[in-house]
């Protein structure tokens, strides 16, 4: 365990792709069989502890600290396991025994009933340091944060040998920890793992953001545009290959989520893989992403929301055609299969997403910029712009930069003020870094309309949060309101993706992704946007054109649903 | 009588009624004793300055000779009568020359202790508890969190990690005042030799410390530095150095930075910090209470920092506490724990 502590202890603090893959593959090295297959299985995020609930840890900490010093501490830090590590009272020098392997916290955690775990727990923690003790709850807690994805553990293990990260990939839904078979072939002394799902997953292939300077190296007689959907990318997979049909649906990281989408799922009647869009259908017309999500995070999929929500895909791509594995053709020679399959699928469910249509950068513009002219048509408002994809592109796992671009339509904007502020969690933890800003209305008063987290610079976010410390009218808990009249105040000009109807928000409306996209020292709060000007956007939902998006230097990923 | 007669919070800062003075103002005033010469402490512009020898001397390093109408050096343990209150300095601990003032009128001691730390440190004298009435603490770390670890077990991870990677420089980002010259001092007590190489905000204030006796060994300006020199080397720059152009000129460096703030890990992540080292020149949880208890006081007032949770366990402890709401102050340490500063222009700028 203190191996694999310093382990996590050093990869948190290590920014480099190379130096992460080096550490851990250097950890692989060193360490022996099973310890180092539990620590692939934590990187990966193979492991559940389901019984050890942040709960439980908050009540062995209750029983040892102060309740106000913790609620303070625990704010400071922003981050539970963090606090309770550096909080956790040491027992005496002498009474601290040897530190437990990783293995055995594993095999402990397993086998032990719900009621041994606090004390469990707690005899580990007293036999830990301080960075055991973090690396230990992180584990437990399942957020390790430390950077690290399961494709870059994965790729440490390649540089054990001659495997390749893809390879390993395309193995890895077959195995379990602690994968000692994978170190195996992977050092060169045992043959590949055979892989048992019949319906396995693929490494999707994911696009870069275009810049406005990429377009200058590129030829549009190089590239096919298709509209870029707003929903869920998704990988379907049915084999009938003997017996049973076998059906899976994938989301973009490999995660197996057909059990959400028991009706898609059925309908599908195909044999390979497809690559696609996974979006709410009513009467042939897309549905909005709000709606989408409707159908989202539900406990239980009831026959009223499958009749509610109906499932389907739009294909962009076939990586399996039968039996025949086509990741190596280029796009055109896989599109022309695509079409084909989807032309004698007769399940329903599944259509083909079209290409668009155009001569030159120009022309495509124009297509993003009225997808609805463009042969979108009704479904204009799902789309979130378009895609380019080289007519010669192989399918290629990860986000290789070249083959794919995604141009994504320009974000709405409004200038609105910020009301309250509150400290960050993980990395952000001690800046106040979630801004609480409102419009006005009618009544010339300021009404919340969202919050956001990020799309400001380290330089701005210093700027801000020196701001709400110096301009802080009230406190509530780790929350402060700041000085927010006409005259007095900070603007924020926020970016986001689209606005709904909301209950849940007084002002009646929710924001999509928003985030900060500049900081508007120059402009007074009383010339702040005001809500009927938001009121509109709910029913226009083109963007107007112009508002254009301003490169950030770190810009963020929409999460998940995003290609 | 109530403390209060004696010592107030004001905008400028701590003032004393009965003796019309200030205590590390923010802004210029008539009459002014300075604990310590870190800017937020040490400001130019004051009528006249009552501070230590060093203090002085730091201050007249950083802002020119003239920088108050008039100067008086105390040392530490001889009171000085101000209006009829009586001022004497004593070891803070902080940095070299840092004070506490002990503050007497009709049988009533205050003590402002600025900024203090009791743990070792060869740089400077060490901190004294100073029996009193009401003792005036900061709380910069002022949670159970901040427990920081001994200076040479940290200085140990710098060592190791120049043993391990001789090819690359190692930059240490520090506080130009105090945590600079410590660091140095910790190397050398370490056994680390070699040429510390020093960005130009600490050249002179590196000098001074040698001047005074504390020997910083070989320490050059790093713009003096061939590329071949550096590798395997420590370059110690302001914190904000780190991510600016300057250090471009280092090909691939481990960067470090001393702080107290590297006990959080979100802190160290977000300015890039590959090793941490946990070296603050300020008190932590158990010093600051142990601190407390020392002086025997029975009422506390807490300055700037943490001051929630400090009031929150001295009024467990049984003494009277309360926050001072002094805005103004740990300015130096927070811009040490963020790479880039405000532009001057902003707005931010002018306090609320």
Known sequence: ?563 | MRPEDLLISTPQGLYSPAGDFHVDPTRPVARAVITHGHSDHARAGHGAVLATAETLDIMAIRYGADFAGTRQAAPFGTRVEVNGVGITLHPAGHILGSAQVAIDWRGLRIVASGDYKPGADPTCAPFEPVRCDVFISEATFGLPVFRHPEPAQEIAKLTDSLALFPERAHLVGAYPLGKAQRVIALLRAAGHDRTIWLHGAMEKLTAYYDSRGIGMGDVRPARDAAAVELAGSVVICPPGAMSDVWSRRFPDPVTAFASGWMRIRARARQNGVELPLILSDHADWDDLQASILATGCSELWVTHGQEDALVHWALLAGLRARPLHLVGYGEEEAEAAAPETAPAAAPTDTPA
């Not at chain 1, 077959?174 to 693929?202: D, H, K, Q």
């Not at chain 1, 039968?322 to 007769?346: C, I, K, M, V, W």
């Not at chain 1, 402060?480 to 009646?508: I, K, N």
């Open chain 1, 1 to 563: 365990m203190n191996r694999f502590a310093a382990l996590l202890d050093r990869l948190a603090y290590e920014p480099r792709r190379n130096g992460k893959i080096r550490l851990i593959a250097d950890y692989f090295r060193h360490a022996p069989d099973p310890e180092r297959g539990w620590a692939l299985a934590a990187l990966t995020g193979a492991l559940s502890f389901r019984n050890a609930k942040p709960g439980m840890i908050r009540q062995l900490i209750a029983a040892r600290t102060d309740p106000v010093l913790f609620a303070l501490s625990y704010d400071y830090v922003g981050d539970l396991s963090e606090t309770v590590a550096l909080m956790w009272p040491a027992p005496a020098a002498a009474a601290v025994a040897e530190p437990p392997t990783l293995a055995a916290v594993i095999d402990a955690f397993a086998t032990l009933g719900r009621g041994e775990l606090p004390e469990l727990l707690a005899g580990l923690l007293d036999r830990l340091d301080e960075t055991g003790r973090w690396a230990l709850l992180k584990l437990i807690t399942g957020s390790l944060r430390i950077g690290v994805s399961a494709r870059l553990a994965k790729t440490a293990v390649a540089t054990l040998g001659e495997v390749t990260a893809d390879e390993i990939e395309l193995v890895w839904p077959g195995l379990v920890p602690p994968y000692e078979a994978l170190f195996a072939w992977a050092e060169g002394r045992g043959p590949r793992p055979e892989t048992e799902n019949p319906a396995p997953f693929r490494p999707v292939m994911l696009a870069h953001a275009i810049e406005p300077e990429d377009f200058a190296g590129l030829d549009p007689a190089d590239f096919r545009a298709e509209w870029k959907w707003d929903g869920i990318r998704v990988q379907a997979v049915r084999s009938a290959g003997g017996g049973e049909a076998v059906i899976r649906l994938y989301s973009r990281t490999g995660e197996d989520i057909s059990g959400a989408f028991p009706d898609l799922a059925e309908a599908l009647d195909f044999e390979g893989a497809v690559d696609g869009e996974l979006l709410v259908l009513r009467e042939g017309r897309v549905q909005s992403f709000n709606v989408l999500q409707q159908r989202l995070n539900r406990k239980s999929v009831t026959a009223r929301l499958m009749a509610e929500f109906p499932a389907h895909i739009r294909a962009y791509d076939l990586l399996v055609d039968g039996t025949q594995d086509l990741r190596s053709l280029p796009f055109a020679a896989r599109r022309e299969r695509l079409e084909r399959l989807a032309a004698r699928h007769r399940g329903g469910r599944m259509d083909l997403s079209p290409l668009v249509g155009f001569a030159s950068w120009d022309e495509l513009a124009a297509a993003r910029r009225d997808p609805a002219g463009h042969g979108a048509g009704a479904d204009a408002e799902a789309v979130e712009g378009v895609m380019l994809k080289r007519a010669d592109s192989l399918y290629l796992p990860g986000r290789p930069k070249g083959p794919w671009w995604k141009w994504k339509r320009d974000p709405h904007t409004v200038d609105a003020v910020l009301m309250y502020a509150q400290r960050g969690h993980g990395k952000r933890s001690s800046f106040y870094s979630d801004y609480t800003f409102g419009v006005w209305n009618a009544a010339g008063e300021l009404v919340p309309v969202g919050k956001a987290y990020f799309g400001f610079t380290d330089a701005e976010l210093a700027q801000i949060d020196r701001f709400v410390r110096r301009n802080t009218v009230n406190r509530f808990g780790p929350v402060r309101e700041v000085t927010h009249t006409a005259t007095e105040g900070l603007v924020l000009e926020v970016a986001f993706e689209g606005l709904a109807r909301s209950t849940r928000h007084r002002s009646g409306l929710a924001m999509r992704f928003p985030r900060i996209a500049r900081l508007r020292w120059d402009k007074p709060p009383g010339e702040a946007d005001r809500l009927e000007a938001l009121e509109r956007l709910v029913a226009e939902p083109a963007p107007s054109p112009g508002r254009g998006q301003r490169a950030r230097s770190s810009p963020q990923q929409e999460p998940e649903h995003d290609g």
